[in-house]
């Protein structure tokens, strides 16, 4: 199991785009010198594996220099042949039991939406952090099922694992997810999709 430490200035769980363009590796660069990012979560569906894998191993030169983890959304075979730094897996995403087995000494997180049982299920399978949401509207998840902020305060009692706030977050409501017990919070929509600021602006918005 890995031990995460929060960094009080890297509060940002950041998640890729769900399209990766030929200048997303410039932006990425730039959106990672403002060292407030501590994770980038690749997130891409309807790729193939080994396509997924290239663009991982781009990225991992990326997060690397910057000192920040590298994350794969939803499958440990692609995180480890990547040479990435762990793997995110929702609850359809397979048996979190195995995930653990499988992720090995990488870092290892899981979704549990808003429930206590899934937080202690993946507690117990030794995770090492755990994420709950959606807290709020999200565009990258329209469906996503509602999360209470009670819920972050009981694991920040309960569980004593770091925990990650996902869900419709901007600059204007992650004081309330951080006030609330979460150690970190996970972004997407506000940074790549913003309509108003260019990405590498956008991230310096959570301090």
Known sequence: MVAIFRDLKRLVYL??????HPGFYTELNKVLT???????????????????VKIAKKIKVITKRHNVKLIINDNFKIANKANADGCHLGQKDGSVKLGRKNIKKKIFGVTCHGSKRLAWLAYKNKCDYIAFGSFFKSKLKPKA???????LSWAKKN???????????TDKNYKKLINSGAN????????????????????????
Not at 184 to 207: D, G, H, M, R
Request: hydrophobic share 45%; aromatic share 10%.
């Open 15 to 20: 998640i890729s785009p769900n399209k990766i």
């Open 34 to 52: 403002s060292k407030n990012v501590s994770f980038f979560q690749l997130r891409l569906k309807n790729k193939s594996t080994s396509e997924i």
């Open 145 to 151: 099922k509602k999360a209470n902020l009670k819920i």
């Open 159 to 169: 569980i004593k694992k770091p925990i990650v706030a996902i869900g419709g977050i």
């Open 184 to 207: 970190y919070i996970a972004i997407s929509t506000f940074i790549w999709n913003n309509p108003f600021l260019k990405p590498e602006i956008a991230i310096k918005k959570f301090v």
